[in-house]
T-cell receptor, first 113, second 115 residues
Framework: AQSVTQLGSHVSVSEGALVLLRCNYS??????LFWYVQYPNQGLQLLLKYTSAATLVKGINGFEAEFKKSETSFHLTKPSAHMSDAAEYFCAVSGSSASKIIFGSGTRLSIRP | EPEVTQTPSHQVTQMGQEVILRCVPISNHLYFYWYRQILGQKVEFLVS????????KSEIFDDQFSVERPDGSNFTLKIRSTKLEDSAMYFCASRLATGSNTEAFFGQGTRLTVV
């Protein structure tokens, strides 16, 4: 079985500051890991994915995430926050390329001017 | 760029009525999913569909729910007798699921309001 835990339901950072959103996963098989972003009243958009290639994954909008098997983590980072980054971010895991994707509870990112 | 489309974007229905939510997945994708998101809560898996049959379903997906791929392009979710607690955003997703193409592509969602 797979699951993800997102630490912090709400994170607030200043514009230009580092963004760090935490995600820990649990999986009985090598996982596929994803970060999705949801802007207000919109659907889910893929930011980046880990599929057992490089452990440091670069995504859209300047985001990246590092897969750390020893820590069972897949934290999302961005060096410098922009006001447009304000959204809900979901970490997700899948046990295979075909099985369901399980979402974390989400982290709402707010950006202070 | 190919995308998953869902209709309608918003549906209001009376309790006890049947609703059908419609989705057109990306054309060459093989796996299809329905998820729901109650306002302010997490995205919950409902059902996955492959090769014209349900491959997995959650506890939420009880006898009131059904899915169908009637014509090879549409993928529908039917709720037979809606309850107030069915009010949520429903997302359809599709997935190619070969090689490294493992991500699911989501539609914009249908907001279902049961009154």
């Amino acid at each position: 079985a797979q699951s993800v835990t997102q630490l912090g339901s709400h994170v607030s950072v200043s514009e230009g500051a580092l963004v760090l959103l935490r995600c820990n996963y649990s999986s009985s098989v090598p996982p596929y890991l994803f970060w999705y972003v949801q802007y207000p009243n919109q659907g889910l958009q893929l930011l980046l994915k880990y599929t057992s290639a490089a452990t440091l994954v670069k995504g859209i909008n300047g985001f990246e995430a590092e897969f750390k098997k020893s820590e069972t983590s897949f934290h999302l980072t961005k060096p410098s926050a922009h006001m447009s980054d304000a959204a809900e971010y979901f970490c997700a895991v899948s046990g295979s390329s075909a099985s369901k994707i399980i979402f974390g509870s989400g982290t709402r990112l707010s950006i202070r001017p | 760029e190919p995308e998953v489309t869902q209709t309608p974007s918003h549906q209001v229905t009376q309790m006890g009525q049947e609703v059908i939510l419609r989705c057109v997945p990306i054309s060459n994708h093989l796996y299809f999913y329905w998820y729901r998101q109650i306002l302010g809560q997490k995205v919950e898996f409902l059902v996955s569909f492959y090769n014209n049959e349900i491959s997995e379903k959650s506890e939420i997906f009880d006898d009131q729910f059904s899915v169908e791929r009637p014509d090879g392009s549409n993928f529908t979710l039917k709720i037979r007798s809606t309850k107030l607690e069915d009010s949520a955003m429903y997302f359809c997703a599709s997935r190619l699921a070969t090689g490294s193409n493992t991500e699911a592509f989501f539609g914009q969602g249908t907001r279902l309001t049961v009154v």
